[in-house]
């Protein structure tokens, strides 16, 4: 439930985003007709083809997104059309000529009926077109929906947090909407401005169409910062995920704390570099876990550290196991971690996580997440991202002697990384990454 009101809220807060100024031109262009029979349909149908569309792109691949590239020239096409009919009220008589017709063959009822029906249904049909072209601003609440839904795969739970998400954008569209149709009301009969208001909507949604054609709407506004919602968001995040934090317990003598048990390892689909590991046989080793996936650019930063620590204490304790947990589709084939982990030098075992139980039995969220494991088979430290590598290896240290090994190694490792695993320039970032 909480999930679902942050979705609502985040989808809400969209409004406030430049990325909505393309469906504005949509929406009010119906302002001025039945709430309930125009505006109200267009926004349903917008709604439930964002979440359909958006619950498809995110766990069906490349062909979802290649389909959907078809569906946005279909809706511009028609979109525009709308846009011609609303400046030229002959050519709008011919286009409701073929429905009134049809409609007159379905229905028995009532010409008022029919014609109700006829705006209801094309009202949906442009709000599907709407929920096509619409791209919003991807902050960090709806961000959270579309990576848990690559994560966990097609499910009614992401379809309806997407559905939420959609609905909050609806409803303050709908609010803006009846204000809107009390202005021009207004203006309608205060000037007698209808057909001018009807010719400039008209003119609007051709430009919001060219808008989307061009890619304006996520380029040049997606970098707008008036109206950014980011902060709030992260607010709304934070406060929710403060009571989930990982409970921690003292340990007399030692400054790292017990975090809990370690899970089972049995939920990996195969091992690489290793027979399969369990608790059991790691008992009285110190145990690191590295959540990675080998597409994902922090973990392939963090890797050079994490294989230094395997080659420098594997003979004084200390046994080292990437989890590799897809993040897309493609991260889940066998034989691309396979070769990913021969091309990368990676030596240590690794646990294929495809269907992601190691990551859920950890309740992990993050890639590269790093835990460390005592030989006790207790939690007792963890870090998520990358950096702040001597304080991890001193870590180990720590736990290698509580464990009672001799001659660990002392000092912290230096790796050599080079190209794509060269560490960031932390001291010149612009802004933070985009995933795409």
């Known amino acids: 439930m909480i999930l679902l009101l942050l979705s609502y809220i985040g989808g809400v807060l969209t409004i406030l985003s430049p990325c909505i100024l393309p469906v504005l031109p949509f929406v009010f262009a119906r302002a001025e007709q039945p709430f309930t029979k125009s505006s109200l349909p267009l926004l349903g149908g917008m709604a439930v083809t964002f979440a359909a569309v958006a619950t498809l792109a995110a766990v069906g691949g490349g062909w979802a997104v290649h389909a959907n590239q078809y569906g946005r020239v279909a809706a511009m096409v028609l979109l525009a059309l709308f846009g011609i009919a609303l400046i030229f009220p002959s050519i709008a008589d011919r286009f409701t000529r073929p429905l009134v017709a049809i409609g007159g063959r379905l229905s028995r009822a009532s010409d008022r009926e029919r014609s109700s029906g006829t705006q209801i249904g094309s009202s949906f049909i442009l ?73 400039g909507l008209g003119v609007a949604v051709l430009l919001g169409v060219a808008a989307v054609a061009t890619g304006l709407d996520t380029g040049l506004l997606t970098r707008l910062s008036v109206g950014n919602t980011n902060a709030i968001e992260e607010g709304l995040l934070s406060h929710t995920r403060g009571s989930s934090d990982r409970k921690t317990y003292a340990v007399p003598g030692s400054d790292l704390p017990i975090e809990g048990q370690m899970p089972s390892l049995a939920g990996a689909s195969g091992w690489l570099n290793s027979p399969p590991l369990t608790r059991e046989s790691l008992r009285g080793k110190v145990v ?82 790093h835990y460390f494991i005592d030989a006790e088979g207790r939690i007792r430290a963890h870090h998520f991202g990358e950096g702040d590598y001597a304080n991890s290896e001193r870590v180990i240290q720590t736990l290698l002697k509580e464990a009672g090994y001799s001659d660990i190694p002392t000092g912290t490792v230096r790796p050599n990384a080079r190209g794509v695993q060269e560490a960031s320039d932390s001291r010149d970032m612009q802004s933070p990454e985009t995933y795409i």
């Open 127 to 199: 709000g599907i077109a709407v929920g096509l072209l619409w791209a919003p601003c991807a902050g960090p609440i709806l961000g959270l929906l579309l990576t848990g839904a690559a994560i966990q795969g097609a499910s009614v739970d992401t379809t309806l947090l997407l559905l939420a998400y959609a609905l909050g954008a609806a409803t303050s569209l709908a609010v803006a909407l009846l204000a809107g149709g009390r202005v021009f009301a207004a203006m309608k009969r205060s000037v007698g401005a209808g057909e001018w208001i009807r010719r």
């Open 288 to 369: 690191l876990i590295d959540f990675w996936t080998y597409s994902c650019i922090n973990c392939l930063r963090a890797l050079p550290y994490v294989q230094a620590w395997a080659n420098k204490y594997k003979d004084h304790g200390l046994v080292v196991i990437g989890v590799h947990s897809p993040e897309f589709a493609f991260e889940k084939s066998t034989k691309n971690v396979s070769r990913a982990v021969k091309d990368l030098g990676v030596t240590y075992p690794v646990a294929i996580d495809s269907s992601l139980a190691i990551w859920q039995a950890f309740g992990n969220e993050y890639w590269p997440a």
